[in-house]
Nanobody, 115 residues
Framework: QVQLVESGGGLAQPGGSLRLSCAAS????????MAWVRQAPGKGLEWVAG???????HYSDSLKGRFTISRNNAKNTLDLQMNNLKPEDTAVYYC?????????WGKGTQVSVSS
């Protein structure tokens, strides 16, 4: 079965950096597009960034330049490098894959940005 396990969250100061990772299993990782989605406290899901099986990346306009999504098809991992963090980046970050019109999610990793 599809499994997505996020890690790397934690507490960061404004201006700091964190790197999130998602370990994927149970499906053919390489050909599938992957995404990071977040949910801030009291708000809905917000798409953050995506990467295709061909490595092409896409970002939310509001985050472009601060976040970088990448993948390692040999290790079946998806990463999100987050720089110059802001308090409004505080959220639970989820790894997401859509396979045959079904969405799969990890349990998420909490990112908190505060001084």
């Amino acid at each position: 079965q599809v499994q997505l396990v996020e890690s790397g969250g934690g507490l960061a100061q404004p201006g700091g950096s964190l790197r999130l990772s998602c370990a994927a299993s149970g499906f053919s990782f390489g050909p599938n597009a992957m995404a990071w989605v977040r949910q801030a406290p009291g708000k809905g899901l917000e798409w953050v960034a995506g990467i295709g099986g061909d490595g092409m990346t896409h970002y939310s306009d509001s985050l472009k330049g601060r976040f970088t999504i990448s993948r390692n098809n040999a290790k079946n991992t998806l990463d999100l490098q987050m720089n110059n963090l802001k308090p409004e980046d505080t959220a639970v970050y989820y790894c997401n894959v859509r396979i045959n019109q079904d969405n799969y999610w990890g349990k998420g990793t909490q990112v908190s940005v505060s001084s």
